[in-house]
Nanobody, 117 residues
Framework: EVQLVESGGGLVQPGGSLRLSCVASGSNISSNTMTWARQAPGKGLEWVST????????YYADSVKGRFTVSRDNAKNTVYLQMDSLESEDTALYFCSRGPKGRYSVRGQGTQVTISS
């Protein structure tokens, strides 16, 4: 059974950047589509980005398009989310999941991102 562990979250000022990592163990994710999603306090799950197994197909939510960049290193069994120009509305618990948008049953515990001055 795959285990996903996210890291890289933290507290940054508006306009700052963070790079999240999602490391998989127990199973090779190189053939899997991977997705990043987030959940802000008191709100439901919000899809952020999806990357296909070969990274040829990448999708972003309108709210992060142009500011976030998803990538993967299949040799390291890792998926990344580079987040730039961060806004207070980006404050949330971010997690990665194995599968496409909307399928979050296999996911990590998440990493907290807080944007505040």
């Amino acid at each position: 059974e795959v285990q996903l562990v996210e890291s890289g979250g933290g507290l940054v000022q508006p306009g700052g950047s963070l790079r999240l990592s999602c490391v998989a163990s127990g199973s090779n994710i190189s053939s899997n589509t991977m997705t990043w999603a987030r959940q802000a306090p008191g709100k439901g799950l919000e899809w952020v980005s999806t990357i296909s197994a070969d990274a040829r197909n990448i999708y972003y939510a309108d709210s992060v398009k142009g500011r976030f960049t998803v990538s993967r290193d299949n040799a390291k069994n890792t998926v990344y989310l580079q987040m730039d120009s961060l806004e207070s509305e980006d404050t949330a618990l971010y997690f990665c999941s194995r599968g496409p948008k909307g399928r979050y049953s296999v996911r990590g515990q998440g990493t907290q991102v807080t944007i505040s001055s």
